[in-house]
């Protein structure tokens, strides 16, 4: 089967699942849909983008914070949002410098997402609480994995 992309650019010649992959690829949900005629297939799509999340949890004294993060945001990432996370900033500044890169990091995203144990962190709860200011969406790891999303 080939298809004709109307709203695309030229993409004769791919396949229906081609067509698919890339659009998959692009991080976001999306609406097709399909009109059969002659020999070829005629999509029409719209796209909406998922909420970008900020990632909150304990940073100092968790040995493996890292891989935490790593695990949430690649699982976000595979749910097609875009992720903010701050584990990846360099070790050694004073608390105080990140917060202000933080807060800048959740101004850019539409929702926090806290991992669990984001209690016992001063800087998650100054975290979620500037988000809530802000009027962000507040997911908690807790509820994906009661869902066994996580």
Same mark, same amino acid.
């Given at each position: 089967?080939?298809?004709?992309?109307?709203?695309?650019?030229?993409c @004769?010649?791919?396949?229906v699942?081609?067509?698919?992959?890339?659009?998959?690829?692009?991080?976001?949900?999306?609406?097709v849909? @399909?009109?059969y005629?002659d020999e070829?297939?005629?999509?029409s799509y719209?796209?909406?983008q998922l909420?970008?999340?900020?990632i909150?949890?304990?940073?100092?004294g968790?040995?493996?914070?890292? =891989?935490?993060?790593? =695990?949430v @945001?690649?699982?976000?990432?595979k749910?097609?949002?875009?992720?903010m996370?701050?584990?990846?900033?360099?070790?050694?500044?004073?608390?105080?410098?990140?917060?202000?890169?933080?807060?800048?990091?959740?101004d850019?995203c539409?929702?926090?997402?806290?991992?669990?144990g984001w209690?016992?962190s001063?800087?998650?709860?100054?975290e979620?609480e500037?988000?809530?200011? =802000?009027n962000?969406?507040v997911?908690?790891?807790k509820l994906? =994995?009661k869902e066994?999303?996580?």
């Amino acid at each position: 089967m080939r298809v004709k992309c109307v709203d695309a650019g030229d993409c @004769n010649g791919l396949t229906v699942g081609a067509v698919y992959d890339v659009i998959r690829s692009l991080c976001m949900t999306y609406v097709v849909e @399909n009109d059969y005629g002659d020999e070829s297939v005629y999509f029409s799509y719209h796209f909406i983008q998922l909420p970008t999340i900020y990632i909150a949890g304990s940073i100092t004294g968790v040995f493996d914070y890292r =891989k935490r993060f790593k =695990k949430v @945001n690649d699982f976000l990432t595979k749910e097609g949002h875009l992720c903010m996370d701050p584990s990846i900033l360099t070790e050694g500044f004073p608390y105080e410098s990140y917060m202000p890169i933080c807060f800048a990091m959740i101004d850019a995203c539409d929702a926090i997402y806290l991992l669990d144990g984001w209690e016992s962190s001063m800087g998650a709860c100054k975290e979620l609480e500037y988000a809530q200011s =802000k009027n962000k969406t507040v997911f908690y790891e807790k509820l994906d =994995k009661k869902e066994g999303k996580l």
